[in-house]
């Protein structure tokens, strides 16, 4: 009889700090570990979990071992996955236990709005506990955004700060959310270091201790490439000490994230660099913190991947549309006060004049 618990590796991070790119890394690298994987997701479109089954790392559609690993991926798409415990996440780690044998390491990336600390206590459920363990929780930071100022944790230099600018609000569920990310952490990856200079790399570390335990480690990584032995197999058991780790929301019964909208848009575009240049306004003028999903473009056979965070955005082409799929252009926009009707309008308002410019 089998009674070894599966080790489970939770990896958070804010919004666009780069945990999908982490793990599909983490995936391509597995090198015989057989991993399962399940993709939390905030919004109407599985942008992460389809961008994960298409990496090219094997994963089949039915979630049936193919290759090195386990290719098991279960997305939760209804939100914050600490919100959806008892309903989809529950039944899903009931299936992968009924699986030990075949599985190695089971990794789960939340959502950038998910709260770490009341899912790590879902595993000191009894039928939980009794087929897993959380091995660590990794915290993905962004570091340029750290060090451009974003959620500096020193409560001192933040009342400076607000004194100093009045329109700042360092008391957003944002701020807070990255402070107890930090404070749940195991291991902290200090995300897109390349090209920063030694003395911005210290500030950002001085920063991100201020809100983590004593002794985590931090780890600089560009690109998400780390060597798979330094995310897995930390045996930290956190189940057994989540509770010693404090967070701001330690004095709430319930949470929630209505402070958060997640709207869906389907746009009309047949230019790349003008959907950029039309998202960069957007962001500018309304409270979006993210932006991602797929687009189609005229005459090109292959699917561009859009993400944004802020007013920083990338776009690549990952595949090519399938025969079965519905070519269309739709994005995820993340924020505060949106309006999907109002942003769509506005959107593709911007697309039509700047094709116009462009005839003229």
């Known amino acids: 009889m089998q009674t070894r618990k599966i080790p489970a590796t939770i990896i958070t991070g804010f ?18 570990r057989r991993i399962a994987v399940i993709v939390n997701e905030f919004g109407e ?9 298409s990496c090219g790392i094997g994963c089949d559609e039915d979630g049936k071992p193919n290759g090195e690993y386990i290719g098991q991926v279960v997305e939760l798409a209804n939100g914050c996955l600490c919100c959806t415990v008892q309903e ?10 009924a699986r030990r044998d075949e599985i190695d390491y089971l990794v789960i990336e939340t959502s950038g709005l998910a709260l770490p600390k009341p899912l790590v206590q879902a595993f000191q459920w009894p039928a939980l506990r009794n087929a897993f363990t959380v091995d660590s ?11 451009a100022g974003r959620f500096a944790d020193d409560p001192v230099a933040v009342d400076a700060q607000r ?18 990310q930090l404070a749940t952490a195991d291991l902290v990856i200090v995300h897109k270091t390349d090209g920063m200079d ?4 210290a500030h950002v570390e001085t920063l991100i201790r201020l809100e983590t335990l004593p002794g985590v480690k931090l780890v600089h990584v560009q690109h998400g490439k780390i060597d798979p032995a330094l995310l897995l197999g930390l045996e930290r058991s956190v189940e057994d000490v989540i509770d010693q780790r404090k967070t701001h929301h330690d004095e709430e019964e319930d949470h929630d994230h209505d402070a958060f909208d997640s709207i869906a848009v389907t746009l009309d575009v047949s230019d790349r660099a003008a959907l950029i240049n039309a998202l960069t306004s957007l962001v500018q003028a309304h409270e979006i913190f ?5 687009v189609s473009l005229p005459n090109i056979a292959m699917r561009l991947v859009v993400q944004g965070v802020g007013q920083r955005f990338e776009s690549y082409f990952d595949r090519a549309w399938r025969a079965d799929e519905v070519r269309a252009s739709r994005l995820v926009l993340i924020g505060e006060h949106l309006d999907a009707a109002q942003l769509q309008q506005q959107i593709q ?6 094709l116009q410019f462009e005839k003229v």
């Open 198 to 201: 030694a003395v911005t790399l």
């Open 88 to 97: 989809e996440f529950a039944p899903a780690m009931e299936l992968l236990a």
């Open 137 to 147: 929780v990794i915290t993905v930071v962004d570091a340029p955004a750290v060090a």
């Open 349 to 354: 308002n911007q697309l039509h004049e700047q």
């Open 45 to 53: 479109l599985g942008i992460d979990g389809e961008l994960l089954r």
């Open 15 to 32: 919004l666009g700090s780069g945990k999908t790119t982490l793990l599909r890394h983490l995936l391509s690298n597995a090198n015989g």
């Open 163 to 180: 004194k100093q600018d009045e329109n700042l609000d360092h008391d957003s569920p944002l701020a807070e959310l990255f402070e107890d």
């Open 290 to 294: 993210r932006v991602k999903g797929f």
